[in-house]
């Protein structure tokens, strides 16, 4: 059976030479010192035994881009998930079931404080000492948007200054880990220990390999777990932990978009808004949520006995930074999961609508204006986003009144001074006349204009949404599931509802907002509830092969000790949008090309599409290395010279064995010299190319 291996960069200690992405046929002929032995064309199960939980308890941690949170549960009493406590400070009228994600570190770079807490300090400092002060806010989005993400890469403060990532990332789940902890503590009846408790983080479907590695980097930076043991720390999909929640959930406990009239914006006697059976459960709910504890089904709700075997549905998390798409078949009676495609989305999150306001401000007031402002009152500047945010929660269709939005008192002073006119008379020069200024001190933006900030993002979701239900492999789909705390936003449903309320039925669940992080704790009770995934791209290691006149290009051919190979060949181990079951393994044994080698360096490529033969084909890059170093063979009884079969490579004619293991949400790698039974205990490391 593979060991299961988890991402070590520590213990990989790779040539800096090798570490770079071949860039010409002459380069990759060094990356490829390995040539196949018997490659074996589809992965095969591999039968692991079902194990019982060796966890006490599981934490998951819900890491959002704009709110973030966790919760737990006791495997002994695994019905119930215990959500953390509710947070002081917050927003009049917002419920403040997670924190919002944003940081605070003192000007010497210590962590100093985290959430509504970290926000509160921040607004309170005098503005001429803030500047000097670290804030960070809805920072998980750059991990998301940097192609060359690395444990060097930086994100920016809000004054400027910037730091590594990776230690932001650390102060935050150490924060989350210290809290977790005491309440776990005190929930318990015994003395748990370090290695009892497992830990899970949620993370985008549609993010790369690099982002999850990074995310368990920093869970080891910040003493989650210790690298020693990997397997205490899983990583989890955002949708896919929501479809896990979603199995559980009974008729009362959602809302049913397809059972709503598509009026404009009214029920059919045009009283209330469509919405308003959404919120007042919500409140209903909030109202009785004392203990903050949570009872699942011990089986799948009663949602499901509509469901026939084969039925598919899609869930889509609107979050604050991405969307998410995932689609999933229900396999009865067991109640396991099946993906049928793989995850896709983009950042179309709730972010999006922020970042249309900061737009409609610089085309107010001049982007300069707006970008000194942000410089020189940073605090003043997170006011604004702060008073933006709760208005935006409040954006309904068919809304008559204008939404009212408060300026600091420092914007109107500093845009006074700085370009020497009022707030009111900037407003009437930019001939925008969907925004009004408001005597007392407020933009009040109509409808038209709540409708132009929210249109581009929930146009990307709508269409992203109808293109992939067009697909073969989904089309047929009964549920639309909507979760994420975007998923909240009437503007957002009922945009969804008209498209698509006559495809299929549209459910929300009450709780929305906490669905990822419910279904990331049954995820930690039972990782293998997701039994069949899709693999997201194309998946092989270079090699070098025998050379084919004729079949080979003569630019591949390499000549090396006499012998003629094709360099750069992919021997490809998985495909884009494979099917690859929970335990699957793709094996292949490959021997040193050269007698005598001490030395086996075995780099994994990837690529977006499947139509690829060599790894200097457009699109292929290289994503990982694996060393493994060969011990002095022992001689063997009776060896002579020849007895190494095919190729005559005689006695030191050696298997080096390589599996790979896709059907988890991270890759698992491990490569064993058969000769000598040693493996390398390694993953593929994402994060040094």
């Known amino acids: 059976m593979a060991d299961v291996v988890q991402p070590d960069p520590n213990s990989l200690q790779i040539p800096s030479d090798n570490l770079s992405a071949p860039s010409s046929p002459a380069t990759a002929r060094n990356d490829c010192s390995i040539t196949p032995l018997t490659p074996s064309p589809s992965p095969r199960v591999e039968v692991r035994p079902r194990m019982a939980c060796p966890f006490s308890v599981v934490v998951a941690i819900d890491f959002g881009t704009t709110s973030s949170g966790y919760a737990f549960s006791f ?51 005098d503005p001429e000492e803030a500047r000097h002060w670290l804030y960070f806010d809805k920072f998980k989005m ?141 409140e209903q709910l909030r109202r009785s949520r004392h203990s903050r504890t949570f009872l699942v089904e011990s089986g799948t709700g009663e949602l499901w006995s509509e469901l026939q075997t084969g039925d598919r549905y899609i869930v889509a998390d609107c979050g604050g930074g991405t969307v998410d798409l995932t689609v999933h078949q229900i396999e009865q009676p067991q109640g396991t999961l099946k993906e049928l495609y793989k995850a896709s989305g983009g950042p179309y999150g709730a972010v999006g609508v922020d970042l249309a306001f900061e737009a409609m401000l610089c085309q107010i007031f001049g982007e300069d204006f707006i970008q000194s402002f942000k410089a020189k009152r940073p605090a003043a500047w997170v006011d604004l986003t702060i008073a933006f945010e709760a208005r935006k929660r409040t954006a309904a269709p068919g809304r008559a009144n204008a939404l009212n939005i408060s300026l600091p008192f420092s914007f109107i002073d500093y845009y006074k001074r700085h370009r020497g006119q009022s707030v009111e ?69 009922k945009a969804v509802q008209r498209a698509l309320g006559r495809t299929c039925r549209i459910i929300i669940p009450h709780d929305v907002g906490l669905t990822i992080l419910k279904g990331a704790v049954l995820f930690g009770l039972d990782p293998t509830v997701v039994r069949v995934r899709r693999c997201p791209l194309t998946y092989g290691v270079g090699v070098l092969n025998r050379f084919v ?33 929970l335990g699957e393994v793709v094996r292949r044994s490959y021997t040193p090309a050269r007698m005598g080698q001490r030395k086996i360096i075995i780099n994994i490529y990837c690529s977006a599409t499947d139509d690829v033969t060599y790894i200097s084909d457009p699109g292929v890059r290289k994503c990982g290395t694996i060393t493994l170093d060969l011990p002095e063979p022992l001689p063997l009884p009776g060896a002579v010279g020849g007895a190494g079969g095919a190729g005559g490579a005689g006695p030191e004619r050696r298997e080096i064995r390589a599996t790979m293991q896709f059907g988890d949400t991270e890759i698992k790698v491990t490569a064993v010299d058969v000769m000598s039974n040693r493996s390398v205990r390694a993953s593929i490391d994402f994060l040094s190319n």
């Open 549 to 581: 006149e004729g079949r080979h290009p003569r630019d591949k051919l390499l000549i090396k000790e006499g012998r003629e190979w094709c360099t750069d060949i992919l021997d490809r181990f998985v495909s884009v949008d494979q099917s690859v079951a």
């Open 142 to 282: 750059k991990i998301h948007s940097t192609s060359d993400l690395t444990m060097e890469t930086e994100l920016e403060a809000v004054n400027g200054r910037r730091v590594r990532a990776i230690e932001v990332f650390a102060h935050a789940l150490h924060f989350f880990r210290e809290h977790a902890l005491k309440e776990v503590k005190d929930q318990s009846s015994s003395v748990l220990e370090g290695e009892e408790i497992r830990w899970v983080i949620t993370v985008p479907a549609v993010w790369r390999q690099p982002a999850k590695q990074f995310m368990r980097e920093a869970a080891y930076l910040a003493g989650l777990v210790s690298r020693d043991c990997p397997e205490q720390l899983l990583i989890a999909l955002e949708p896919e932990a929501a479809s896990i929640y979603c199995r559980k959930l009974r008729l009362h406990q959602v809302l049913d978009l397809s059972l709503q009239p598509i009026t404009n914006g009214l029920d059919l006697d045009g009283s209330r808004p469509f919405d308003s059976s959404f919120r007042q459960a919500r």
């Open 425 to 493: 008379a900037a407003l009437r020069r930019s001939n925008m006349n969907i925004v009004k200024w408001s005597s007392q001190g407020m933009l009040r933006l109509t409808q038209e204009a709540m409708n132009e900030l929210f249109q581009p993002t929930i146009i990307n979701i709508v269409k992203h949404i109808e293109e992939l239900m067009a697909k073969p492999e989904v089309r047929g789909v009964r549920f639309l599931f909507l979760v994420g705390g975007f998923a909240e936003s009437p503007m957002l449903q």
């Open 75 to 125: 495997t002994q009493d695994s019905e119930a998930i215990h959500m953390m406590k509710r947070w002081e400070g917050g927003d009049p009228g917002v419920a403040n079931q997670k924190s919002p994600t944003c940081l605070l570190l003192t000007p010497e770079l210590r962590f100093h404080s985290f959430g509504f807490a970290a926000r509160d300090f921040y607004h309170d400092l």
